[in-house]
């Protein structure tokens, strides 16, 4: 008798379990006890993970049914955490693929590296199943989880890298109380380079753009986000000596960050005149106005497409590099002391308005297809903030002359990116969406480079900072030609004017693009008896 009432009682106690669950999930789910949860594992059984599992139990926003955790920490694994088990590592997904039918992956752990975070997503696009990820935390409330605390992973998150962490501690010290410029301020770089600036307390922040609708949007964020910082909008281009004359007797910046640029290769190949007006007029005439007003640091913007340019944007980098360069080298010569001249060249970042990722995301959202320009095209990438670090590091300690460049990782082929792409919005590629290869266009190369076979590079005190061992031209000598140059835009043929960039430039060979003819006729006269 008293082992039938044991069996009653457990079996009594097994249906009300199950009948609470059931009310509980009734519940969450706003009366709809049958709508359908997706099964999905989290990665990460430490604070964020039973965060998250707890947030999932308590919203009915969330429809998962989670089947456990697994984690790196090896000590957490086949116990159970907050009544789940931890299955084991990133080496147990395949199997709880197949056995519970897992569809989800959400990748919830702190403090999580770029690399490791690749390595998970890249194992969850193999098997098929969807990757999630975690807000950042300071965005929770009071410490929980909320909703909208679980987001979709993006291709940021496989691009991403470990963080240059800035070894120079007096970064945001030697910007506090001076005054800074920043040209291009409503672009992707120049508003956050305004940011940064933001933080280190400058005296005054001018920024100006010839952009209206973008300019007022920045003025807007800042703002709002730094409501102590002292600053000015300047509505002007970077070619009106005029304006900027009046702007630097005005307010003396102390700083100048040069980001106004036009970028897009396309663009410029149709418009080579524009690209020497904005890139190399634009450059020389806030570069001259510095040495006027005694700016103690001009740091330009510059593009791994100055490199051995194929195209009209990258000639007018490199020019605008060349041209600064040689200026600085004037200045020290002649002991004037006076403005210090610097250059960075980054690859492309993630995000930056007209670039390859708001493209892809846009071409998803409508079904594809995702136009590659050619399978073996690659391009080095890096994140804003990552890319701004360099600038401001630049600023603080280059002395001038010098072209800083750094390690930018592995390049990444932009048709896998297109995959990956593809995977990440939970579709297949080539079979959902489909990739289409449109060939290269006027003046794109198939891969970028952040140095030439002559250049050689010196060591700073970060690892992947580097400077470029470039030899400055005679200002005299690049003076004149720039001069030259500039006096052909506008009054002579696009042929002429990019003939006298390729002078500039001897290694710039146009690719794909209706200046290859400048190369041929070179090359035969070459050839000539």
């Given amino acids: 008798m008293l082992v039938i009432a044991s069996v009653l009682t457990l079996s009594l106690l097994m249906v009300y379990r199950l009948f609470v669950k059931e009310v509980f999930r009734f519940i969450k789910n706003n009366g709809e006890p049958n709508l359908p949860e997706k099964d999905v594992l989290i990665f990460g059984a430490g604070e964020a993970g039973i965060l998250i599992h707890n947030a999932i139990l308590k919203n009915s926003h969330y429809k998962f049914n989670v089947h456990g955790f697994l984690d790196d920490d090896a000590s957490k694994r086949k116990k159970k955490i907050e009544g789940m088990r931890v299955h084991g590592g990133l080496e147990m997904l395949d199997t709880l693929v197949k056995e519970k039918g897992v569809k989800e992956l959400i990748i919830s752990v702190l403090e999580l590296s770029p690399a490791r975070k690749r390595e998970i997503i890249d194992r969850c696009i193999t098997l098929n199943i969807h990757a999630l990820t975690i807000t950042p935390v300071n965005e929770w409330v009071d410490g929980g989880a909320k909703q909208g605390s679980i987001r979709e992973v993006n291709i940021e998150d496989l691009l991403s890298r470990d963080a240059i962490m800035l070894k120079n501690k007096n970064v945001a010290s030697y910007f506090s109380g001076k005054t800074i410029l920043v040209t291009g ?22 920024m100006l753009d010839k952009a209206e609708s973008p300019l007022h949007d920045q003025e807007i964020r800042l703002e709002s986000e730094f409501e102590d910082l002292a600053m000015q909008t300047v509505l002007a281009d970077v070619t009106d000596e005029d304006t900027l004359d009046h702007l630097m007797k005005t307010y003396r910046p102390e700083v100048i960050f040069h980001a106004a640029a036009y970028k897009h290769v396309p663009m410029m190949e149709r418009y080579p005149a524009q690209a020497v007006r904005c890139n190399v007029l634009g450059t020389k005439t806030v570069a001259d106005l510095a040495v006027k007003y005694g700016v103690e640091k001009f740091v330009l913007v510059s593009t791994d497409k100055a490199v051995n340019p194929t195209n009209v944007m990258g000639a007018s980098k490199r020019i605008a590099e060349m041209y600064i360069q040689s200026l600085d080298k004037k200045l020290r010569e002649s002991n004037q002391g006076g403005t210090r001249f610097i250059t960075t060249r980054f690859g492309n ?4 308005n007209g670039s390859v990722i708001p493209l892809f995301k846009e071409q ?20 804003i903030p990552e890319a701004c670090d360099l600038v401001l590091e630049a600023g603080v300690m280059g002395n001038g002359g010098e072209i800083f460049v750094f390690d930018m990782g592995e390049p990444v082929k932009i048709i896998d990116l297109a995959r990956k792409m593809i995977h990440l919005s939970g579709k297949k590629p080539d079979v959902d969406i489909m990739i289409r290869i449109t060939g290269l266009r006027p003046g794109e190369k198939l891969y970028e480079e952040v140095l030439n076979d002559q250049e050689k590079t010196i060591e700073t005190h970060h690892a992947k900072i580097q400077i470029a061992q470039v030899r400055p031209g005679v200002y005299k000598d690049v003076n004149l030609e720039v001069a030259l140059l500039l006096d052909m835009e ?6 002429t004017l990019v003939g006298q960039m390729k002078k500039l430039v001897p290694e710039f060979l146009s690719h794909k693009s209706r200046f290859e003819a400048i190369d041929q006729k070179a090359i035969a006269e070459e050839i000539k008896p």
């Fill in 364 to 383: 998803i959202k409508k079904g594809g297809p995702l136009t590659v320009t050619d399978a073996a095209v690659t391009r080095y990438f890096m994140t």
């Fill in 185 to 206: 301020a409503a672009g992707s770089i120049g508003s956050e380079i305004c940011k940064q600036v933001a933080r280190a307390n400058p005296g005054f922040l001018i």
């Fill in 490 to 495: 506008g009054n002579e043929g696009e042929m």
């Fill in 349 to 352: 970042v993630l995000g930056s």
